[in-house]
């Protein structure tokens, strides 16, 4: 089940994690694709919404993890283009490993067996970059290549693990789930003072904030 949060934005309560489903003019666009066995609730939310599986265009990550990551396997062979932030890319086509020397990346790698390499196109982002009407943003921390992404047209943050909704209010991605919280704390600072204004922002966990996004963000920055 899919709940709108606005005309053309769609909210998956993935039991834990959230994915978001956005018409971005005409681009039907995935942003995070929950864990390995989401992948039947990810295609029966397109039909909730009112689309087929063939009109997904496109599937925006917001970084390398197994409930982000888990379900990209139901979309092989559907000729959707993937993009990732530049540095966690070669983690979702399994070129690379995740590091064993960092607390994070030890239980990447050991989970990383569940995860199978998509078939489809993986592309890099760099900060700065566009996606239709979305701007990547460099957020690293709860992973090296974290990225947020802010579409000014929608009014919308996405903000991945960067921050977690709880009771309410916004916290920091923790150690235990972190690759650096030094770098989380830095990255919400820096993502608070460079993105425009939203309204509508949805992290990777908890509920998503249906007014004053960008505010609670810049609220939150101001404590760390
Ligand atoms: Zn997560």
């Not at 063939?54 to 970084?63: M, S, V, W």
């Not at 608070?192 to 996004?213: D, I, S």
Request: proline share 6%; charged share 20%; net charge negative.
């Amino acid at each position: 089940m899919v709940t709108a949060l606005a005309d053309d934005i769609w909210w998956y309560d993935l039991t834990g994690v959230n994915a978001t489903l956005v018409d971005d003019d005409g681009a039907l666009t995935l942003v995070d694709t929950g864990l390995p066995w989401h992948g039947n609730a990810l295609i029966a939310g397109l039909s909730d919404a009112g689309y087929e599986l063939r009109d997904l265009d496109r599937i925006l990550l917001t970084h390398f993890d197994f409930d982000h990551v888990g379900g990209l396997s139901a979309f092989d062979g559907i000729d959707v283009t993937i993009y990732v932030g530049e540095r966690d890319a070669p983690l979702v086509t399994g070129e690379q490993a995740p590091p064993l020397g960092n607390h994070k990346g030890a239980f990447q790698r050991l989970v990383s067996p569940f995860l199978d390499a998509p078939d489809n196109d993986v592309v890099p982002l760099a900060d700065g970059d566009t996606v239709g009407s979305f701007t990547v943003y460099d957020t690293p921390g709860h992973t090296p290549g974290h990225v947020c992404y802010v579409s000014e047209d929608h009014s919308l943050g996405l903000l991945g693990d960067l921050v977690r909704e709880d009771s309410g209010r916004s916290e920091p991605s923790p150690w235990l789930v972190s690759y650096d919280t030094d770098a989380v704390a830095r990255s919400i600072r820096d993502f608070a003072e460079r993105a425009p204004r939203f309204e509508l922002a949805v992290p990777g966990h908890g509920v998503p904030f249906e007014e004053g996004g960008s505010a609670k963000l810049s609220k939150l920055a101001a404590t760390l």
